[in-house]
């Protein structure tokens, strides 16, 4: 069974530096690319960038380009989420989810990391 | 970049009836869309892809179709695990972009 797992609840002050991880499972990870999405409380969801574990090449979407750092280490199959200041806005949930290998669709997804920021 | 827009922004429907949802994008995306399912406390989970495949385990009361930059799901009779919110997103061109979401709930 494919699968993504993603780290737990994280509750941080702001300026605090946070990284989350999703660690992939049942498929070969270097070669689907793994997307992350943001949640904020009650809204919609928004594409936030793509990382091919393959060779790291990492794509971001102009909104959140120079706010966070997507990563990845192949060798435990997990992609990364990063901040080094993290700020009340960015409170939400966070999910990671594979690309269909052909097509930009998502599935399966994580079970989402809820980032909490306050003072 | 493309802009999705869905609508209603919630939908009331009592369960065993026809809900149809409404999804439209800002420029022409073929046939490029795809739908996810959101459940209270859940992640969202793929339904429906390239406008109208069915994903696996859905059952098929979910139906999808349109193309250029409308697009429609339809559940044909609601049933109480499929009171959840909607959300479409195109993947014709980059990046990719979600609607707001349509929240079906029971009337």
């Known amino acids: 069974e494919v699968q993504l797992v993603q780290s737990g609840a994280e509750v941080k002050k702001p300026g605090e530096s946070l990284k989350i991880s999703c660690k992939g499972s049942g498929y070969t990870f270097t070669s689907y690319w793994i997307a992350w999405v943001r949640q904020m409380p009650g809204k919609g969801l928004e594409w936030m960038g793509i990382i091919y574990p393959g060779d790291s090449d990492t794509r971001y979407s102009p909104s959140f380009q120079g706010q966070v750092t997507i990563s990845a280490d192949k060798s435990i199959s997990t992609a990364y989420l990063q901040w080094s200041s993290l700020k009340a806005s960015d409170t939400a949930m966070y999910y990671c989810?594979?690309?269909?290998?052909?097509?930009?669709?998502?599935?399966?997804w994580g079970q989402g990391t809820l980032v909490t920021v306050s003072s | 970049e493309i802009v999705m827009t869905q609508s209603p922004a919630t939908l009331s429907v009592s369960p065993g009836e026809r809900a149809t949802l409404s999804c439209r994008a800002s420029q022409s995306i073929s046939t490029n869309l795809a739908w996810y399912q959101q459940k209270p406390g859940q992640a969202p989970r793929l339904l429906i892809y390239?406008?109208?495949t069915r994903a696996t385990g859905f059952p098929a009361r979910f139906s999808g179709s349109g193309s250029g930059t409308e697009f429609t799901l339809t559940i044909s009779s609601l049933q109480s695990e499929d009171f959840a919110v909607y959300f479409c997103q195109q993947y014709n061109n980059w990046p990719p972009a979600f609607g707001q979401g349509t929240k079906v709930e029971i009337k």
């Open positions: 390239g406008a109208s």
């Open positions: 989810a594979r690309r269909n290998s052909n097509y930009i669709w998502f599935d399966p």
